[in-house]
């Protein structure tokens, strides 16, 4: 063979070579992400056109498909809309998908790997691929009545509710007002999709935002509990410790000072640290994040998930306790200790605090799928008792943050939540945003006992600038109906 030739045959070979290593890596290696794709319209038309699994709560579909009589042979329909709205999210032919409809669309579409088996079957029988189902942790009772009490609220106030089950982290209500219908966006009429598109996110009050994962609020006195529980940790304090109390509290060299809400003295100038979280004494817990200290305070909002995204399947914002980089100063510290400041949490995080000081001290991650089927019902997941986030608290020091939230139900500003005949523990919020802006009303709260048991997040934020709001008032109450109805289901 002459070098001419040889040299062609060598180009031949190389140009082979890539040409099938170009299809192997397309057939196999980004096979997943070309059908991941947003604007890949075979897949979309595939996808659209198949029966797609239903999304389940206590057995009955929030999300499922149903024949049409147009080109794609099925329609993508929400029995219950906006009640579920930002859990199961939206599916989308032109904008595609959200929440858990995006998160599990491999078993609800149909392509997920461990599914490989029910697609050949129906290959051979020339069918559809079928997707499987995804069961949710919510509770549909704790759910409704949420929604109703959010609803109840006056015209135009928007707010949020989200329960967990202390022990496992099962979500067992989620719900962000003002909602929207996903029937509307699912829809084969592709103008109105538009014109509903535009017309979600032109509202000014973002139906679309899941308020109870994505946005972060100054929390108020419920970040008392977090303060708290570093004072116990790293001063070795207990409920009956005496702390600073007073009608504010001043700084050397500086002449702000921080008050207490309405002026009030919170009953003596040294009072226990259990009358000052009975009172939410801002003097108090502005001295205690003094004396803690920046680093350990940060270090026990961390323990309860502040700094992290939390779950999984949803869209989410992580909860935060400063600006990252920022030394605070001594004023801006104290206020950082009552909730204010750069404090900014999510209803879920919020709760995951209640829940932890409920079990034990033991955060456990919040998760909102709870099984996984395939279409003839096999389980191909589980999430059983659920995963551990961290411990927040010894044992011992959350027995004691549990007494004084039950103490602050009992005789505290916490009493709307109080249930007769079960364990309420809780603590009021209300949080200042200044300018225009509404104050906040927040309820963190746990009840019941042993497995038996419930904690419950509520931010309310009034529809118009007012200082006549509170948590105990406004979100209280929410708590109330919904431990109850959980703890009688």
């Not at 794709?37 to 797609?52: A, C, F, G, L, M």
């Not at 595609?96 to 029910?118: M, Q």
């Not at 207490?260 to 009072?271: F, H, P, R, T, W």
């Not at 909102?368 to 999430?383: E, K």
Request: net charge negative; proline share 5%.
């Amino acid at each position: 063979m002459n070098t001419p030739i040889r040299r062609l045959a060598v180009a031949c070979l190389v140009l082979f070579l890539a040409l099938m290593g170009n299809a192997t890596y397309v057939q196999f290696i980004d096979a997943d992400n070309l059908n991941a794709e947003p604007n890949n319209k075979r897949v979309i038309d595939d996808e659209y056109s198949r029966e797609r699994g239903a999304i389940l709560v206590d057995g009955e579909p929030v999300a499922q498909s149903v024949r049409s009589d147009d080109q794609f042979e099925f329609l993508r329909t929400y029995p219950e809309g906006a009640l579920f709205a930002h859990l199961t999210g939206y599916f989308s032919y032109t904008y595609g998908r959200s929440a858990v409809e995006n998160s599990e669309n491999p078993i609800l579409s149909g392509s997920d790997n461990r599914l490989f088996v029910n697609r050949v079957v129906d290959l051979v029988a020339n069918k559809q691929p079928k997707g499987g189902s995804v069961e949710l942790t919510i509770d549909r009772s704790a759910q409704t009545t949420a929604a109703a009490a959010l609803a109840a609220l006056p015209s135009g106030t928007k707010g949020s509710v989200v329960a967990l089950d202390p022990q496992t982290g099962e979500i067992l209500a989620m719900v962000s007002q003002p909602s929207y219908d996903p029937n509307a966006l699912a829809s084969h009429d592709f103008g109105a999709v538009t014109q509903a598109w535009t017309a979600l996110n032109d509202d000014p009050a973002k139906p679309l935002l899941n308020r109870s994962t994505q946005e972060i609020l100054p929390p108020g006195s419920t970040f008392k509990l977090v303060t708290a529980s570093a004072a116990l940790e790293q001063l070795n304090l207990t409920p009956a410790s005496v702390v600073q109390g007073g009608s504010e509290l001043s700084f050397p060299g500086i002449e702000y000072t921080l008050p207490n809400a309405g002026g009030g003295n919170c009953g003596g100038d040294q009072i226990s640290l259990e009358q000052a979280l009975n009172v939410s004494c801002n003097v108090s817990f502005g001295s205690l994040a003094t004396q803690v200290g920046q680093g350990a305070l940060e270090e026990q909002a961390a323990k309860f998930g502040f700094g992290d995204k939390l779950i999984e399947g949803i869209a989410s914002n992580a909860s935060r306790f400063t600006t990252e980089g920022t030394e605070l100063e001594a004023p801006q510290l104290a206020q950082s200790g009552i909730g204010q400041f750069e404090v900014a949490a999510t209803p879920l995080q919020m709760a995951m605090v209640a829940a932890g000081i409920a079990n034990d001290g033991v955060v456990m991650k919040p998760h909102l799928v709870q099984t996984v089927r395939d279409p003839s019902l096999r389980i191909l997941d589980d999430a059983g008792d659920g995963e551990e986030y961290g411990r927040a608290l010894s044992p011992e020091h959350a027995a004691m943050m549990q007494q004084m939230m039950i103490s602050t139900v009992e005789g505290g500003t916490a009493s709307s939540a109080r249930i007769p005949g079960q364990t309420v523990g809780g603590k009021t919020g209300t949080a200042q945003r200044g300018g225009d802006l509404p104050n906040l009303a927040w309820f963190a709260s746990f009840a019941g006992s042993g497995e038996n048991q419930v904690a419950v997040a509520v931010v309310v934020e009034s529809a118009t600038a007012t200082d006549d709001i509170s948590g105990g008032r406004l979100a209280g109450p929410i708590a109330k109906a919904v431990m109850e109805a959980l703890l009688s289901s």
